[in-house]
C-alpha cells in the first residue's frame, strides 16, 4: 500500500508544551464542558466528582502512557502500530477496526461542533440577550432546520481540513497552543462571576461538597468510570498518533500520562466550577441532562449584568473545546491515510474530511440517528477499541517489555511495575465491564434494538476488517518508512 516514492523525516511536534495543548485539546471536549457537569449533577455531586477523579489515575492514566507509548515505540499510526507489532496479519485487522471506529465517532461528532460554533456564533451577535429571546424554541428552530445544520457540519470539516493541511506543527500545534489558554482562561472567567452571583456559592458547595450515600451505589462508580474512560480520549487512536510525532527524548509518563490526566480534570472541574454556580443562582435543576447547556444556560444569559459578555466567553469556549478535539479525532484517520496509501498528506486530509463529511450528513440531518450512533460506537465501538490497544500493548508487545524499553525512557516520573498488571488485567476487565452492564442496562428497555444492533455492527467491523487484512496486511507491513508531514 505504500509508495516506494522518497519521503522526507516524519515530522515531530515543536515543543512540549504544544503535545501537551495537542492532547488536552484532543481529549477535553464535549465529554467535559457539556456532560461532566450534569452527570455530576446526576450522581451526587462531589460523590461523583471523588470517584471520577479516583478512577482516572487508576485506570485512565496508565492507559493513555501504554497508549501514547505504542505510538512513539512504533512511530506510525493505528494500522502501522498494529502492523509493526503483530505477526497475524488476521489480527491486524484490528488496527482497521480502531480507525473504522475513530472515523465513525467523528462523523457524528462534527454536527456536535456545527452546533456550538452556532452559539458561539450568535453569542457573538448578542442574540442572547435580546429582548424576548426564548431558549427552547431557538434550539428547536435551530435543530429542526436541516439545511442550516448540513451547512454548519460543512464549515466545521471544511475549518478542520483547514488547519490539518498543515500538518502537525504549523497547523494542529499552532492553533492549540492559543485555542486551549483562551479556554481556560474563559472557563475562570464564567466561574468566578458566577460565583459572585446571589446563591452562587451553594452550586460549588453542592459540586464539591460530597455526599457520601452515592459512594454506596453501583451506578455512581459506573458512571465515573465512564466519564474517566471516554472523557480522555484512551483508546479513540488519538494518543497513539500524537504520540508517534514524539521525540525520543520526550517524557511519554510525564506528557502522555499525567498532564494530560490533570488538563482533563482541570478543564472537567473548571466547567463544573463555572456551570453550577449559575444553576443555582438561578434555580436551575442540576439534573437537567443535556439540555443544561443548549436551553437552560442559554436562558439565564439576559438575567446576568453583562450577559452578552458571558455568553460570549461560554459559548466560544465551548466551541474551542469541541473544534481541538476535532482535530485529534480527524487526525488519526489523516495519519493513517498518508502511510498506508499513496496520497500526500494534503490528499489524505481531503479525503478523511471528505468521507467523514458524507457520513455525516444523516447525523447532520437528524438529532434521533445522531443520538442512535453515539449510543452504538459510544457503547460498544470505543470500547472495542480501546481493548484492541491495550491488548496490543499488554498482551502482544507485554507490558514490562514496554516499560523497560520505551515508556521510561528519559521520563522524569518513573513507572513502576505496579503498571504491569494494571495495563494487562485491570483495564480489559473494566473496559468489559462497562460493555456487560451496557448491555444489561439496555435489556427490556427502548435501547434493546440498538443494543443488539450495535453488537451485531461491531462483530461485523472486526469479522470485515480481520478478513481485509489478511489479504492486503502483508502489502503494508513491508514500508516502514516514515511519511512526509507539513502540509505539503
Known amino acids: ?205 453542592f459540586a464539591f461538597t460530597p455526599d457520601w450515600t452515592y459512594l454506596t451505589r453501583g451506578s455512581t462508580w459506573v458512571a465515573a468510570l465512564s466519564q474517566a474512560l471516554f472523557s480522555t480520549g484512551l483508546g479513540w487512536g488519538i494518543a497513539l498518533t500524537y504520540g508517534s510525532y514524539l521525540g525520543r527524548y520526550d517524557d511519554v509518563p510525564l506528557g502522555g500520562g499525567m498532564f494530560t490526566a490533570i488538563g482533563n480534570t482541570s478543564v472537567g472541574l473548571l466547567a463544573v466550577f463555572a456551570t453550577f454556580p449559575i444553576v443555582f443562582a438561578f434555580g436551575i435543576e442540576p439534573t437537567a441532562g443535556s439540555n443544561l447547556l443548549f436551553i437552560s444556560l442559554a436562558e439565564v444569559f439576559p438575567e446576568l449584568p453583562g450577559g452578552a459578555l458571558w455568553a460570549v466567553l461560554f459559548f466560544v469556549s465551548f466551541f474551542f473545546a469541541t473544534f481541538s478535539s476535532g482535530l485529534g479525532i480527524t487526525e488519526v484517520g489523516v495519519t493513517t491515510v498518508s502511510e498506508e496509501t499513496r496520497l500526500s498528506r494534503t490528499g489524505s486530509v481531503l479525503a478523511v474530511c471528505g468521507i467523514i463529511w458524507l457520513l455525516g450528513l444523516p447525523s447532520a440531518y437528524s438529532s434521533s440517528f445522531l443520538g442512535q450512533m453515539d449510543f452504538m460506537f459510544g457503547s460498544f465501538g470505543l470500547p472495542l477499541s480501546t481493548l484492541a490497544i491495550i491488548a496490543l500493548v499488554a498482551w502482544k508487545l507485554g507490558p514490562e517489555r514496554a516499560r523497560v524499553i520505551d515508556l521510561n525512557r528519559n521520563a522524569g516520573i518513573y513507572v513502576g511495575r505496579w503498571w504491569n498488571p494494571v495495563v494487562k488485567y485491570v483495564i480489559p476487565a473494566v473496559v468489559v465491564f462497562i460493555l456487560g452492564y451496557g448491555v444489561v442496562t439496555s435489556i427490556g428497555t427502548e435501547n434493546q434494538t440498538l443494543m443488539i444492533l450495535g453488537i451485531g455492527l461491531m462483530i461485523a467491523l472486526v469479522v470485515v476488517s480481520t478478513t481485509v487484512m489478511s489479504v492486503v496486511g502483508d502489502v503494508s507491513s513491508g514500508s516502514p518508512e516514515p511519511t512526509s508531514e507539513g502540509g505539503n
Open 1 to 205: 500500500m505504500q509508495d516506494s516514492e522518497t519521503r522526507t523525516a516524519r515530522e515531530e511536534w515543536g515543543s512540549r508544551f504544544g503535545f501537551l495543548m495537542a492532547m488536552v485539546g484532543a481529549m477535553v471536549g464535549a465529554g467535559n464542558i457539556w456532560r461532566m457537569p450534569f452527570t455530576t449533577g446526576q450522581n451526587g455531586g462531589g460523590a461523583f466528582l471523588i470517584a471520577y477523579i479516583l478512577l482516572l489515575y487508576v485506570v485512565a492514566v496508565p492507559g493513555l502512557m501504554a497508549e501514547t507509548m505504542i505510538g512513539r515505540y512504533t512511530n506510525r499510526g493505528v494500522i502501522g502500530a498494529f502492523n509493526q507489532i503483530l505477526e497475524s496479519k488476521r489480527a491486524r485487522g484490528l488496527g482497521l477496526v480502531v480507525l473504522i471506529v475513530n472515523v465513525a465517532v467523528m462523523s457524528y461528532y462534527a454536527p456536535i461542533i456545527g452546533w456550538a460554533l452556532y452559539y458561539a456564533g450568535h453569542s457573538l451577535l448578542a442574540t442572547f440577550t435580546q429582548p424576548g429571546f426564548q431558549p427552547q424554541a431557538f434550539w428547536e428552530s435551530f435543530i429542526s432546520n436541516p439545511a442550516l445544520v448540513i451547512g454548519l457540519h460543512t464549515v466545521t470539516m471544511a475549518s478542520i481540513a483547514g488547519v490539518l493541511l498543515f500538518g502537525i506543527r504549523r497547523g494542529i500545534e499552532r492553533v492549540v497552543k492559543w485555542m486551549i489558554p483562551l479556554l481556560v482562561f474563559a472557563l475562570v472567567a464564567v466561574g468566578v462571576r458566577g460565583v459572585t452571583l446571589s446563591g452562587g456559592m451553594e452550586g460549588v458547595a
